[in-house]
């Protein structure tokens, strides 16, 4: 899969959102924002992923972020700091990741970060 359909936004009541393994995929579509109601969002082993869209924020009720293994990932949208239910944060593995944003600081709720 190389992109995410624009349509997902109309998925507001999504809780879980598995995108693992999209091997093609460079970015995730700023449509993502609308699932307010997603509760996990697998992205590992999404080797070509370079970023996160800043439109992130927006997913208020996120726990779990599993980006691990995203090979080209370069850094983290600032804005993540806003993700204030988010539990756990995987980034294993995440090879061109150099440092976290000093906004991470602001994850009250995270209990596991992984690097």
Partial sequence: ????????NKLIALQSLNLSRCSESKELSTSIDKLIG???????????????????????????????????LKELPTSINKLTTLQSLNLSRCLELKELPTSIDKLI???KLDL
């Fill in 38 to 72: 997603l509760e996990k969002l697998d992205l590992l082993t999404c080797p070509k992923l370079k970023e996160l869209p800043t439109s992130i924020d927006k997913l208020i009720g996120l726990q779990k972020l599993d980006l691990s293994r995203c090979l080209e």
């Fill in 1 to 8: 899969m190389k992109e995410l359909s624009t349509s997902i």
């Fill in 109 to 111: 709720s995270l209990e």
